[in-house]
């Protein structure tokens, strides 16, 4: 039985060395394929985890990198990185793109089969993409609900799905408000999901004693379900 295949792969972008995991199902053919922001803190196992269950249902996949190499376990470590790279459309885009340059260099990627899903700061990092133009045939973010710079929300010209957790501090709903009406106003194919009891970044499971976290953050393995859920349905609709 043939399995999944995975490699380190090594780019440059917003002045680093990224560490991405990319991960080709069985087969030789091209195959629809998928790009995964990872959280703030960072790419680590669980994430690239992501990229090996996708490669398993069939897809290319490309966890990508937003921190050269690291993983934050100190919150204000991870704030001072991301919080300025958040604020900063055009370098979202800049790591966006050269992730995508990557996936795309697979022979194995379908490029007219490009989906983005992403996790936070990885998540608003692919809507970047979309608010840019590029070309995909979907957008997934979870706790990511982060607005752009006005009316270039009309370039996404792919559906997109939100997924939010109905107790996030730092999603709130004034958050997820403004997010949904610039989705509206641009004309977007737009869906919003709140997961009732859900704080933030409760699709990331707990990893070890040394990893502090945020108040308003935690793991809740139910609604981490649903949402993996969610994620595979979209990507099932508009990959074929």
């Not at 710079?149 to 996030?168: K, L, M, Q, T, Y």
């Amino acid at each position: 039985m043939e399995t999944v295949t995975t490699r380190t792969v090594e780019y440059p972008a917003d002045g680093l060395t990224m560490v991405g995991r990319l991960a080709l199902p069985a087969g030789t053919g091209p195959r629809p394929a998928v790009l995964i922001g990872p959280e703030g803190t960072g790419l680590n196992d669980f994430q690239r985890a992501r990229a090996d269950a996708l490669a398993e249902l069939g897809y290319a996949a490309l966890a990508f990198d937003i921190h050269g190499g690291r993983w934050f376990t100190d919150p204000d470590e991870m704030l001072a990185r991301c919080l300025p790279l958040l604020d900063d459309p055009d370098r979202m885009r800049d790591i966006g793109h050269a992730a995508l340059d990557v996936l795309l260099a697979e022979p194995r990627t379908d490029p007219s089969r490009i989906a983005g899903i992403g996790y936070g700061t990885g998540g608003a990092i692919v809507l970047e993409l979309g608010r840019a133009g590029v070309e995909l045939r979907a957008i997934g973010t979870v706790n990511g609900l982060v607005t752009g710079r006005p009316g270039e929300a009309a370039n996404i010209r792919c559906p997109v799905w939100a997924g939010v957790g109905s107790e996030d501090p730092i999603m709130p709903p004034a958050q997820r408000d403004a997010f949904a009406a610039e989705m509206q106003a641009a004309g977007v194919d737009w869906r919003l999901t709140v997961y009732g009891g859900a704080q933030h970044a409760f699709h990331h499971p707990p990893v070890g004693p040394e990893q502090r976290l945020l108040p308003g953050v935690g793991y809740q393995p139910v609604q981490a379900e649903r949402a993996w859920r969610d994620v595979v349905a979209l990507l099932a609709e508009n990959l074929g």
